[in-house]
């Protein structure tokens, strides 16, 4: 190396050490990338950092849903690695989630140096801000420098960087590093002796309090009824409403619906199908905490009774789709311990809970029959029979409306998550391995065929996989939640929307050393749900009739919340 290539990887191996402290210091301690040599200096400083654990993924867009799975549980920003080039468009549909879905990220990727672009050169695309909206800030790092002030400035960036990633509304943040060659120096030196990090002031702004605004809008109010998000602890819900009898719709991912608590409505799709109930029992406010479900019934309901609708959304976003009238806060979900309710009405919060109860036995008796192939009941199984803490990621189109339609009321705690930002079939594989990276809770997934499948590369994580996770795959030959649609009539339906593969599950599975059962009866499935594996994933493949699904589902849903004696 002549002088000028030795100042350069001297440089690139001291950015690349300077990163990994610098995010050490703020809390990072795991990193997933996927290989490329133009990361290199970055690679090598996470991976020889002792307190930094880095974990290969041959996939980018399969690395970037398992940083985002990570991410979640723990509420904390993962690191996100990759080179130059097409490697991070790859991460597109995962940041998007976040994005929408307030998941931190710390998203790294390498690149040439700027007078590279544009000219021609290989593995190189502009970088620059190429997530546009969909990340929380965009930081362009200066090239490596071993000056004072220009290590200064890195640090003072990672730790900007990791600060938005936490913000007030939580989601990935993008850093670009341009490097020129060579990446590393022919010997290796001793790391850089680094000044005392400045952590940020942590300025304790006050909390808006709008609860006096909020307060006047629902002093009068005798037929209150709350609609609980996914983002709503409840600890905090408990806390709140244990002094008043408030019926509490609960959101599909909503912590509320695996907690003892005896005022939770989980069967609304069925009680506000029903024309009596749903005529009976109009409320005069709405409180809504963060997004509504996603039931199209519910948001109908509301539309039509056209109650007085207030929305709590901590995060300085919009969360309310429909076109009536609303009142929107942007409020901490603590606060609302400040709120007081009126007495309502004597019967009000009973209605409701007898239609739930009536729902519940008569869902109960349906479910006690075989229903050999009906997919919903395998969540209706889990309900019943997941270990206690533990967690379940659920897939979208079918399954996670499953969820919201078959869950029984729980009180074992255990943790319901889903990507539920977008509401895409993409990552699904890679998301719920990444919840069950190193947890100590076993973790299960549900999800079809088709969303595995667009997922498999998820699959190359086995070596690298630390955790416990029992995968159920419904195979209904297609996309099961087309058969819902006015489409589903035409000649081009097959070969168009659901699009049924020709796949063994068993070949795909035996590829990457993971286990592969294919489930013969309910009985053999609870004992999977009662028994999961100690490490590992293990693959259980249920095979459905996606049209008799569709029918079952309609007479399942069509039940009514009035007592048998007024049915028959």
């Not at 190189?124 to 071993?146: A, C, D």
């Not at 009238?325 to 409701?352: G, I, V």
């Amino acid at each position: 190396m002549n002088q000028d290539s030795v100042s350069i990887a001297k440089s690139n191996q001291a950015w690349g050490q300077i990163v990994a402290e610098t995010l050490h210091e703020l809390g990072i301690s795991t990193v997933f990338f996927s290989p490329g040599s133009r990361s290199t200096p970055l690679v090598l400083g996470f991976e020889r950092h002792s307190e930094i654990e880095c974990f290969p993924v041959l996939d980018e867009r399969s690395a970037a849903f398992i940083a985002l799975g990570y991410s979640k549980r723990k509420q904390v920003p993962s690191v996100l690695l990759c080179t130059s080039g097409s490697a991070p468009t790859h991460w597109l549909p995962a940041l998007t989630e976040a994005n929408q879905n307030s998941i931190p990220l710390l998203v790294l990727s390498a690149d040439r140096p700027p007078e590279l672009r544009d000219c021609g050169a290989g593995q190189t695309i502009n970088q620059i801000k190429v997530f546009g909206s969909f990340v929380r800030s965009f930081h362009e790092v200066p090239l490596p420098s071993i000056k004072p002030e220009s290590i200064n400035d890195l640090r003072t960036t990672l730790v900007l960087a990791y600060t938005n990633s936490l913000g007030l509304n939580p989601g990935p943040v993008h850093l670009n590093f341009p490097f020129h060659e060579p990446f590393i120096p022919e010997q290796w030196h001793p790391p850089l002796t680094l000044p005392k990090l400045k952590f940020p002031v942590a300025v304790q702004s006050e909390k808006t309090d709008l609860t006096g605004l909020i307060q006047k809008e629902i002093d009068l109010s005798k037929r209150p009824l709350i609609i609980a998000g996914e983002k709503v602890s409840s600890k905090l819900l408990l806390d709140w409403l244990k002094e008043y009898q408030i019926p509490v719709i609960c959101d599909s991912l909503s912590p509320l619906r695996d907690c003892q608590y005896s005022n939770r409505i989980l069967r609304y799709e069925n009680l506000l199908r029903d024309e009596i109930f749903s005529k009976v029992v109009v409320p005069d406010l709405i409180f809504v905490l963060g997004p509504l479900p996603t039931s199209k019934t519910l948001r109908k309901w509301i539309e039509l009774c056209k109650a007085k609708r207030i929305v709590i959304e901590p995060r300085g976003i919009n969360v309310d789709p429909l076109s009536s009238p609303s009142l929107c806060f942007q409020m901490d979900y603590e606060l609302l311990c400040n709120l007081r309710f009126p007495a309502p009405e004597k019967e009000w919060c009973k209605a409701w809970k007898d239609a739930e109860r009536n729902m519940e036995n008569k869902f109960d008796h349906a479910f006690k029959k075989e229903l050999p192939r009906f997919e919903g009941k395998l969540i209706y199984l889990l309900s019943l029979h997941m270990p206690s803490n533990a967690i379940l990621q659920v897939g979208n189109s079918m399954p996670i409306r499953d969820l919201e339609w078959f869950w029984q009321p729980g009180k074992h705690n255990r943790k319901l998550f889903g990507n539920r930002g977008v509401n895409g079939i993409d990552g699904t594989i890679s998301t719920a391995l990444g919840i069950a990276h190193k947890s100590v809770t076993p973790t299960y997934l549900v999800t079809g065929e088709l969303a595995f499948l667009h997922d498999s590369n998820a699959l190359l994580f086995n070596e690298q996989f630390q955790g416990s996770l029992t995968v159920f795959l419904i195979n209904n030959q297609g996309g099961g939640i087309f058969e819902n649609l006015p489409i589903a009539g035409e000649p081009e339906f097959e070969k168009c929307f659901v699009t049924p593969q020709s796949c063994d599950f068993l070949h795909i599975c035996k590829a990457h050393g993971i286990d592969f059962i294919r489930a013969s009866n309910w009985s053999e499935v609870i004992d999977y749900i009662k028994n999961p594996i100690d490490s590992g994933i293990r693959v259980i493949e249920i095979e459905t009739d996606r049209k008799a699904d569709r029918e079952t589902r309609q007479s399942l849903l069509s039940l009514s919340p009035q007592p048998l004696s007024r049915e028959s």
